[in-house]
């Protein structure tokens, strides 16, 4: 649905230049979510304000819903626009509109007739939560249902693609959660693909598909998020479980097993304490429900070098565990984290 090849945007001021995006590759499927995720200054904003042009890149392909939008000029631009929705961390509401007249505002730009406006934004409305709230101001109410008036305005012209612009950073824990499920419900029933940039790990962790984690300008690990937080060394799963720097005791192996579905089901940590006789220490983990799969990590402690461990660890990789070897240990590639790391 959303399709970006190697997008670069410069900007220039006062003889200074700053590549806020450089080179980034990213395909967001139809019906997906897709966070980007990082923090300040990464590049964020750009890239998704790229998406929609309101930033245009300096090199690069964006394609969304099949249109070449880098190709496209004045009305055709604004017709393909009105088939992405925008929503914003500050709202940007119409403090002298009420909550029905901000929905009905794109309606009235995009000339939908007077009559079929009031219906469509009480179709809106009720798709928000908010019917009891049409003749409120924005003054009147939450940040939680201002968003939802957000929401609600980005939807008026039926996009398939909707971009959130760090849309939960202004709002309080509770009234976060309560938006995600709300822009997850919306992706599920309207089959709604959304692309939203952040910087708190918890929102790609309540509704991602995917994710990206940027860095200066460029994607450094991006992937379906239960692949990612598989992949040895990912700094998703890190950011998700986070664990302190590893204090390995001389004479002891220390591991950290990340392991999802089926295999979280498994009690591994007794099948493998009995099948070798040997008293396995847990140092510490998590475990997260990532969509609708249970996902964790977890950090033990082994008696013995790793070298002495080497049948204990294959007995972890066949129980279909990702396995990583703090410390000096048997085959296996390096990890720049300098984690030894088998699968
Ligand atoms: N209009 C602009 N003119 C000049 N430099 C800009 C402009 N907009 C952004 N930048 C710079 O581009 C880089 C990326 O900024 P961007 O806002 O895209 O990052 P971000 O990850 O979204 O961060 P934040 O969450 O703080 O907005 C930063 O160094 C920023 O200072």
Same mark, same amino acid.
């Given at each position: 649905?959303?399709?970006?090849?190697?997008?670069?945007?410069?900007?220039?001021?006062?003889?200074?230049?700053?590549?806020?995006?450089?080179?980034?590759?990213?395909?967001?499927?139809?019906?997906?979510?897709?966070?980007?995720?990082?923090?300040?200054?990464?590049?964020?904003?750009?890239?998704?304000?790229?998406?929609?042009?309101?930033?245009?890149?300096?090199?690069?392909?964006?394609?969304?819903?099949?249109?070449?939008?880098?190709?496209?000029?004045?009305?055709?631009?604004?017709?393909?626009?009105?088939?992405?929705?925008?929503?914003?961390?500050?709202?940007?509401?119409?403090?002298?509109?009420?909550?029905?007249?901000?929905?009905?505002?794109?309606?009235?730009?995009?000339?939908?007739?007077?009559?079929?406006?009031?219906?469509?934004?009480?179709?809106?409305?009720?798709?928000?939560?908010?019917?009891?709230?049409?003749?409120?101001?924005?003054?009147? !109410?939450?940040?939680?249902?201002?968003?939802?008036?957000?929401?609600?305005?980005?939807?008026?012209?039926?996009?398939?693609?909707?971009?959130?612009?760090?849309?939960?950073?202004?709002?309080?824990?509770?009234?976060?959660?309560?938006?995600?499920?709300?822009?997850?419900?919306?992706?599920?029933?309207?089959?709604?693909?959304?692309?939203? !940039?952040?910087?708190?790990?918890?929102?790609?962790?309540?509704?991602?598909?995917?994710?990206?984690?940027?860095?200066?300008?460029?994607?450094?690990?991006?992937?379906?998020?239960?692949?990612?937080?598989?992949?040895?060394?990912?700094?998703?799963?890190?950011?998700?479980?986070?664990?302190?720097?590893?204090?390995?005791?001389?004479?002891?192996?220390?591991?950290?097993?990340?392991?999802?579905?089926?295999?979280?089901?498994?009690?591994?940590?007794?099948?493998?304490?009995?099948?070798?006789?040997?008293?396995?220490?847990?140092?510490?983990?998590?475990?997260?429900?990532?969509?609708?799969?249970?996902?964790?990590?977890?950090?033990?402690?082994?008696?013995?070098?790793?070298?002495?461990?080497?049948?204990?660890?294959?007995?972890?990789?066949?129980?279909?565990?990702?396995?990583?070897?703090?410390?000096?240990?048997?085959?296996?590639?390096?990890?720049?984290?300098?984690?030894?790391?088998?699968?």
């Amino acid at each position: 649905m959303i399709q970006i090849e190697e997008l670069r945007k410069v900007y220039r001021a006062r003889g200074r230049e700053v590549t806020a995006v450089d080179g980034v590759d990213l395909t967001v499927r139809e019906g997906e979510v897709f966070g980007v995720l990082g923090r300040s200054g990464a590049g964020k904003s750009t890239l998704l304000r790229c998406v929609n042009l309101l930033e245009r890149p300096d090199s690069g392909r964006v394609v969304v819903a099949g249109q070449d939008l880098m190709a496209l000029r004045g009305g055709e631009l604004r017709r393909a626009r009105q088939g992405i929705g925008m929503i914003h961390q500050h709202f940007g509401l119409l403090s002298s509109r009420t909550v029905a007249g901000n929905v009905a505002f794109p309606l009235e730009v995009m000339g939908v007739p007077r009559a079929e406006r009031a219906e469509r934004v009480a179709e809106l409305l009720d798709l928000v939560g908010l019917s009891d709230h049409a003749d409120a101001y924005p003054a009147q !109410i939450s940040g939680g249902q201002k968003q939802r008036v957000g929401i609600a305005r980005a939807l008026a012209g039926r996009p398939k693609v909707l971009l959130s612009d760090e849309a939960t950073s202004a709002l309080d824990p509770e009234t976060t959660a309560s938006i995600l499920e709300l822009l997850r419900d919306l992706n599920r029933r309207l089959g709604l693909t959304i692309l939203l !940039i952040t910087h708190e790990m918890d929102v790609v962790k309540r509704i991602c598909d995917s994710a990206a984690i940027m860095r200066e300008g460029r994607f450094v690990e991006s992937g379906p998020v239960r692949e990612l937080l598989l992949r040895p060394g990912s700094e998703l799963a890190r950011g998700l479980f986070p664990l302190p720097e590893p204090a390995v005791r001389p004479g002891t192996t220390v591991v950290d097993l990340t392991f999802e579905g089926d295999s979280a089901d498994r009690p591994f940590v007794s099948s493998l304490a009995r099948t070798y006789s040997i008293d396995v220490n847990i140092l510490g983990g998590a475990v997260e429900e990532i969509g609708d799969t249970r996902v964790g990590r977890l950090r033990v402690e082994l008696p013995g070098d790793p070298e002495l461990n080497a049948a204990q660890l294959a007995h972890l990789r066949d129980a279909g565990l990702t396995v990583e070897v703090h410390g000096a240990a048997p085959a296996g590639p390096a990890t720049d984290s300098g984690l030894e790391v088998a699968r």
